[in-house]
């Protein structure tokens, strides 16, 4: 049961915004891998208050990836193969919690842990990505025929780095962001 | 770069919420490690929302324990040898960003994919996790000395599981979650 941590470290390492994609096409085999990752996330009461719209077709990936150019800051996802679009979705919570809690309460940290596995499982495969957060909503919502109670939560470009170089990190300290009581 | 995508597979099939602990206690030099997997996970503008008190003296465990027994859902968590307590920080949002949208707009990703590297990093380690959501957050911010504008996120039990086995993990369908355009 005690594996080396040295791969998974190594993974967290590695995993990095890739703003800078190649031409090569990616496989649909590892965009259902990296679902899967993302399907086996935990979540509040098992919730999975997630829905994943993979777009992978040339034509509507240039335009999903129009709705994210705004700011002039993700001119580069214009070159990513595919483009996860993640939904939130209603959760279901356990009676004792709902009772407590709004249903969508933990939503967003359940969106986060499948988003970073999903983001995880690509670079294990040797794909990048890029999580997004400002996009035109309306517009995507649109183009993916999206209800309007239905938050979009991020969209992620998918596709082959450019380049194998991995960047340093830059974080804040362990002793800024933590203490042992 | 292209690594096999196995390990991380596994490691994901492997992550379960731990309902039982065993007596071992937990090596700080693991718990440093898994923070060290937080620190690294992705945030909005690499805004880092984040803090992380962990508590690992016993009678500290019990007191923290108990703020998360209420619900009659949580007993496990007393055999816990060690729980981390995840607050949200500010997030210094880039200024082209901070112009368009609140501050703290991203940040409960930004904890879940930092919780689910937290959780991922322990299990490679051989360490089990659960996370608990629902807590009495006043008697838990008394107890820390968190402040009263930082919410806390999530509490993060951790300890050695008291049984290797991986139950099967209960989720939708890929069909019912996603959908490729």
Known sequence: ????????????????????????????????KILEAARLAPSG?????????VVESPDKVAEVAQTTMQLGLNEYIGQA??????????????????????????????????TLSL???????????????????????ELLDISDDKPIHMVVAVGYAASDKVRNKQRKSLEEISRFV
């Open 1 to 32: 049961m005690e594996n080396d941590m040295s791969d998974f470290f190594e993974l967290v390492q590695r995993r990095q915004s890739c703003r800078q994609f190649s031409d090569k096409p990616v496989e649909r085999e590892k965009l259902v």
């Open 45 to 53: 009461c098992n919730s999975q208050p997630w829905y994943f719209i």
């Open 81 to 114: 193969k595919a483009i996860i679009v993640i939904v939130e979705e209603h959760a279901h919570l356990i009676p004792k919690v709902a009772k407590m809690v709004d249903s969508q309460v933990f939503a967003k940290n359940d969106l986060g842990a499948a």
């Open 119 to 141: 983001c995880l499982a690509a670079e294990s495969l040797g794909l990048g990505t890029c999580i997004v957060g400002m996009f035109d909503r309306p517009k995507l919502r």
